[in-house]
């Protein structure tokens, strides 16, 4: 049971290049969310998704993209990539919405845009 | 719109010592409130969660509690060990059930 797992770890762009990162979570979670975490900002919510094939905008959706085409599965595309996407990315899923129901984090993958 | 404040923002205390983390929120129509620790470099493990009904919830030597009238909630850790060295997290989740906004964290040093 690995939870929930993000590729890549680490990757650095140039101005206006694209990329994927891809979220799996193995816990048959409902829930899938996207956050970024930057220095004196927190963590801040992208976008999320509430079941296979549904998306929602989050706090800071601008400049992102996403995908929920499987249930374990959830996309974050940076279709032209800006300095100020340079963050860490996180990956969260919980099984559905309920005051006894917490969200479970990967690792995070850190993106430079230069 | 939730805004979720923590105080200090860091602390440094030497091992053995009991110490508090504190949480404010700014709308009290919350769903629950948790309680997330972040290594260096690592992503977030949830350590307590507290119901929006509860007051406070217990594990080991960590105790949350939640006073929602006032939109506060407490951290305390007991015997702090250098092992629980790292950045704590507060979050709730508002009256929509689906998203969690954070505060900025405190990060806490242990000192042998």
């Known amino acids: 049971n690995a939870g929930v797992t993000q590729t890549p770890k680490f990757r650095v762009l140039k101005t206006g290049q694209s990329m994927t990162l891809l979220c799996a979570q193995d816990m048959n979670h409902e829930y899938m969310y996207w956050y970024r975490q930057d220095p004196g900002m927190g963590l801040r919510l992208i976008h999320y998704?509430?079941?296979?094939?549904?998306?929602a905008k989050g706090e800071v959706p601008d400049g992102y993209n996403v995908s929920r085409l499987k249930k374990q599965n959830f996309l974050l595309g940076l279709e032209s990539a800006a300095p100020s996407q340079t963050s860490v990315y996180f990956c969260a899923s919980s099984p559905w919405t309920s005051e006894r129901n917490t969200q479970y984090f990967g690792p995070g993958t850190r993106l430079t845009v230069l | 719109k939730q805004e979720v404040t923590q105080i200090p923002a860091a602390l440094s205390v030497p091992e053995g010592e009991n110490l508090v983390l504190n949480c404010s929120f700014t709308?009290?129509?919350?769903?629950?409130l948790q309680w997330f620790r972040q290594d260096p470099g690592k992503g977030l493990t949830s350590l307590l969660l507290i119901q929006s009904s509860q007051r406070e919830q217990t594990s080991g030597r960590l105790n949350a509690s939640l006073d929602k009238s006032s939109g506060r909630s407490t951290l305390y850790i007991a015997a702090s060990q250098p092992g629980d060295s790292a950045t704590y997290l507060c979050?709730?989740?508002?009256?929509?059930?689906?998203?969690?906004?954070f505060g900025e964290g405190t990060q806490l040093t242990v000192n042998p």
């Open positions: 998704s509430v079941g296979e094939g549904t998306t």
């Open positions: 709308d009290s129509a919350i769903y629950n």
């Open positions: 979050a709730v989740i508002g009256a929509s059930g689906s998203r969690l906004t």
